[in-house]
């Protein structure tokens, strides 16, 4: 499966860039679902549980009955502390601390991994190079060097080639500042990097003293598709960033975690670029409820994703595909002769599927989430069959 092309796909895929909030259009208005209101969505279009502002509201006041919500201070105490210390343990980092994005989260630690050094070897695929406004050169003087052209990732020898080479190529030294790693990759259909690399490439660092972080925003789908766990891949790794809305909940933020040093410089570096917001206990509080037993719904998502598409496989008219070396991303394949539109607004309507439109060969994206556990299999073959006529 060829790269996504990221700016393509936001622009065919209304649905994903909505809001986190209210993850609709018109495939997915309350008012035209005609079956049992109480009847649950689920969600093929994004990586978790998507909430609309009044669903987020009633889901803060059950967490708030069941473990009191204690409000923080720019970022301090409260609720967004337990989520801090939470998120130091489950990576078996020194510290941990509240950002109001991944974007901020990745480009300060890679800022401050780096100290004084320019360059920061990064793959050609990642969030880092292609989607952060060219932050790292334009506000930290950090000079992005791409590897792996179109691909999930590089290999050690790969960077150890392009480091050494380095000698020959420039004139100036201005040294290796650090290396980032996106795992997995949004732009190559969720992509992982393999864990045998990813330890090549550590070890290579750690004898040339080189910082390395992970963009780990969606560090638990690598986790639950691959089978290592998180500690496993973060051990490698001087910080990581985990995001708090693709698949917690949250309407917005993201953890660093990382050695004491490094943590403790961040308050600062977030007042300084506008990131210091008087309070987020409100995301804080759904991120921590959901991170209770991510691991195991990602698990029985993924077990149950197997046992459906083996059955959709089973259909004629349908077809999925799974992407190699991939994660919770699959192809499903329409009949050239259906409307892909109508097929999606009658899933919604009548079953409450709610699905990505199909490009333009009629095959749609589907994101495997915990919400495919909220209907049996047999629920969804029904929907698939009865929305092709």
């Known amino acids: 499966m060829d790269s996504i092309n990221r700016r393509s796909f936001l622009k065919t895929s209304g649905i994903v860039m909505l809001p986190a909030l209210i993850p609709f259009n018109s495939v ?10 109480a009847t649950p ?9 998507s909430f609309k502002a009044l ?43 509240f950002m109001p994005s991944g974007t901020m989260a990745n480009q300060l630690a890679i800022s401050v991994l780096s100290e004084e050094k320019t360059k920061i070897f990064v793959q050609d ?25 179109d691909r ?24 290796i500042g650090a290396i980032s790693i996106e795992n997995p990759v ?14 090549k490439i550590s070890a290579y660092c750690k004898s040339k003293n080189i910082k390395m ?41 993201a953890i660093l975690c990382g050695d004491k040093a490094v943590i403790d410089k961040m308050p600062h570096l977030i007042k300084i670029h506008g990131g210091n917001m008087a309070e987020n206990w409100f995301n804080a509080a759904m991120a921590l409820h959901k991170l209770n037993g991510v691991d195991t ?17 089973k259909m004629p008219q349908l077809k999925i595909t799974e992407i190699s070396g991939g994660s919770n991303i699959y192809m499903l394949q329409l009949p050239k002769n259906i409307s892909g539109e109508k097929f999606c607004t009658k899933m919604f309507e009548s079953f409450k599927i709610a699905l990505n439109y199909p490009n333009e060969e009629n095959e749609i994206e589907l994101l495997v989430n915990e919400t495919i556990l909220y209907q049996n299999v047999t629920y969804i073959i029904d929907a698939l069959k009865k929305s092709l006529v």
Not at 128 to 133: F, I, P, S, T
Request: proline share 2%; net charge negative.
């Open 41 to 49: 969505m689920v969600n093929f279009y994004s990586d978790g549980v």
């Open 297 to 313: 719904r990602f698990a029985d998502a993924k077990k149950r994703s197997v046992e459906l598409f083996a059955e959709i496989n």
């Open 125 to 149: 695929t990642s969030h880092v190079y292609r989607d952060e406004a060219d932050a790292a050169q334009s506000v930290f003087n950090k000079r992005l060097m791409p590897l792996a052209k």
């Open 55 to 97: 669903e987020y509201i009633n889901e803060l006041q059950k967490i708030n009955i069941s473990h009191p919500i204690k409000r923080d201070q720019y970022a301090s105490g409260g609720v967004v502390e337990e989520l801090e210390k939470k998120f130091a343990e489950l990576t078996g980092k020194e510290k941990a601390i």
């Open 186 to 199: 949004r732009r190559t259909n969720g992509g992982i990097v393999p864990i045998e690399e990813i330890r």
């Open 213 to 253: 972080h992970l963009d780990g925003a969606r560090l638990y789908i690598a986790s639950a598709w691959s089978g290592v766990s998180i500690k496993d891949y973060t051990a490698n790794f001087d910080t990581v960033y985990i995001s708090l809305y693709k698949y917690l909940g949250a309407g917005a933020g």
């Open 152 to 175: 999930t990732y590089f290999t050690a020898a790969e960077l150890q080639k392009a480091i050494d080479n380095l000698e020959e190529e420039e004139v100036f030294e201005s040294g």
């Open 28 to 37: 997915l208005a309350n008012e035209n679902f005609t079956g049992d209101p």
